[in-house]
């Protein structure tokens, strides 16, 4: 068994690290093909993740290590066109949180993707829907007069300094 979850980590990390170097791919909004392949990636890496799910439920860090851990949740926000994929991550995330195996901010960026994906208002506002004059804008916050305040519940930085941070890519 412990081969088995060595080898199980060992993958989740490697789709991650494929997802990571594709993404530029998922951004290039001028050019079809380069959509296309990320579309396939990001498909065939959360097929595979259903189908790890359903066999070992979510992979938590007690299970295959925190690393392959954060690598599962990046391939579950990914997977946007698959919602059911998403959705199933969502809840087995909550499940380890609640287990003690997980934590709150992964759940709260999978829960507004999911909410954004089903055409919801997101709570933390982690979405970005748009660049307006060089600023990022959250998709639509459900309660954005406490949006601040939650997103501290779970661990979160402010929006302002999450964006400081993490500066947007260049156009294309």
Known sequence: MAEQVRELAAELIAMAAADTQATPYGLDTATPAHQLAWRRLTTEHADRLATL?????????????????????????????????????LALLDEAVAAGE???????ML????????????????????????RPVPWPVADPDRMEELRASVGLPSFADHIAANPLPAPH
Do not use: F
């Not at 997980?102 to 709260?108: K, N």
């Open 111 to 134: 829960r507004d993707r999911v909410l954004v994906n089903e055409g919801h208002p997101q709570i933390y506002g982690t979405q970005i829907a748009a660049v307006q004059d060089g």
């Open 102 to 108: 997980g934590t709150p901010r992964e759940v709260a």
């Open 53 to 89: 799910m359903a066999r070992h439920g979510w992979p938590t860090p007690g299970l295959v290590g925190a690393e392959a851990s954060r690598c599962a949740w990046k391939i579950a926000m990914h997977a946007d066109r698959q919602l059911d994929v998403q959705r199933r991550a």
